[in-house]
């Protein structure tokens, strides 16, 4: 169970991220101010920390210096755009950062990115008779492994960690692809085939008109 | 070209060319008293030998008893005397005339006469001398032409002398003036020249110091040194560089107001946006959706929507009133308050705030629409201030030129650090409690904004606690801002 902490002073926002991480099954508290945060980090047990920098009384670099100690992965939220912001809190150590607006997925493949990183990610996922060795890039179904272009594994991954979650084409083709593809989508279309294909998931990875796809919570069929 | 050279170069050529004048004026004039001596010496010549061929032809008639000698006899005297020139003085040659131009005597080489150039005996008088100078292989010689009778014969003697003493002494004269002018000229101008440097020394400094100012340090200052002009031509530098800098400081205060409103609008609109953007984003992916999450997540972004709105259309009147034309009017306070009143009070008796109005009579000279949004901003924020069963009072009052409009509440108040603060764009002393109200800090910007373009003042009074006092006085006159 991945535990997050929400950092954030506008109520409306910090629940929109908890509403977001839970989808996905993150266990998540919030903290509406730095001092609070601090206490809670250091007296507690976190996989991941969203900071927003701009707090009442101890802002998010004030925080970040506090906890550097404990090494944990902190991705801060910023609502500006300047330069100076983003490298300062790299600089304090931060291992990302969000600009806000965001939408859910954008925010949720940071995180995962990160928790990658840092290994906080279990390293096997199941899903049904599908293995799927994150460290070792192989997939199993059932005893013998199947074969998947690197652009295929990522796309799975991007899916099992989005269960019940719609995957619009265009965050597959900024996630997997990379924000400076110009192709067009039907390369997500015919990878999504592929995939759904190599691994008996017709049933399972369904398409959502207009909108993109999703892979089902796993029931037997 | 820098000045100091074009100073020693103009100077050098104007010494050397006075010096030069002066020294070639003197040597000519020397040269011309030289020749005049020679000219005067052969003329001295030309009368000695005249007078000695008298005395001579005197002596021979004398020594031979006669009163006349044939002219035999004086043709051969002066052929004598012609012969012996060089006892009359310094002559290089003599050459001795008749009427007709026929040699009746020379000695010397009388090669050197010039004779063409002067005149014949007929021209002659006994009392000219006619002198002329000619170089002859590298020598100069001067012949002087005279005439004198003797028995009736008219003769014409024409004496050659060697003059090149004169002109050599006249070059020697003029190397030497040539160099002691040049030297001179050089050493007066290199003279001139450290004079100058030295007097310039401070447009250099000044030089400095304006480039110091033009290359971006305005707080630079040309120090007040050198002589007159210069200690006034710095402090004009200083007086316009202060200029520069504090122009410089506006302006950079202004772009630095200018970011800031820029920066907290930009972070007042995407904080709303980023709840619309995400629970809207979930609404769409999330495959099942419970009742409650659709209602907690629809609530959220009407909510957010609603404070977008109600920002972008304050941003819009702020920028409005900031470049619009004031409609003026005089508008009766009583009159305005009341219809005020009818429209706030449905949100004041929803939250049991009552509103008292007091004060009559009172004019004002101003735009009816922003005066209406100024007072309803005003009491917006008392009862945002206020809690529950609070109280209101919107007052009118007058003064010998001004019109005052007063709103009091007795909400939670302000304190000192927040009162300095408070009308600046986007300020808010409690960013939750304002923005679960709807507000978004620009309602007394706004304000503030509406009061300067009416050429009015506003002061607020606050006792954190006790409540907030807020007091605007209008002129009721035309001093109102276009």
Redesign the interface.
Known sequence: MTKILIVE?????A???K??LT?VGYTTEICYNGAEAVEVILGGQWDLVLLDV?L?GLDGFGVMEKIRSTEIPVIFLT??QNVLDKVNGLRLGAEDYIV??????E?LARIEVVLRRKNKLSSVIKYGDITVDTEGYTVKKGESTVALTPKEFQSLMLFLSNI?????RERLLSTVWGYDFEGESRTVDIHIQQLRKKLGLHKHLVTIPK?GY?L?RYEEL | MKLKWKIFLVSLVFIMAAVAVTFVTILNVTLERSVASDRESAAAYNGYFASSVSGRILYKQVSQGVSVLGSEEINSALRDIALDYESFGDAAAVLLLDERGKTVGAGGNTQLAETESLPRRGELTDSDCYTVICDREGRSYLTAASAFSIHGQDIAIYSVHDVTDTYNSFKELSRFGTAVSLVSAITVSLLLFVITVVLLRPINTLNRSLGAIAGGNYASRAPLSGGAEFKEIAGNINIMAEAVEDNVHRLENIAESRKQFTDSFAHEMKTPLTSILCYGDLLRIKRDVSEAERLEYSAVIVEEAKRLKALSSKLLELATTESANLELEKIDLSGLFSEIESAVRPILSARNITLEVKGEGSTLLGDKDLIRSLVYNLIDNAQKASSEGGEIILSQARTDDKTLITVTDRGIGMTDEVLKRVCEPFYMADKSRSRKAGGAGLGLSLCAEIVRRHGGAISIDSTPGKGTRVEVSLPHTNEAEE
């Open positions: 002073d506008d109520e409306n926002i629940g929109t991220i509403a977001t989808m701009m009442p609502a500006m806000k607006p965001f939408e859910a997925l925010l019940d979650v719609a995957v619009t909108l999703r089902n």
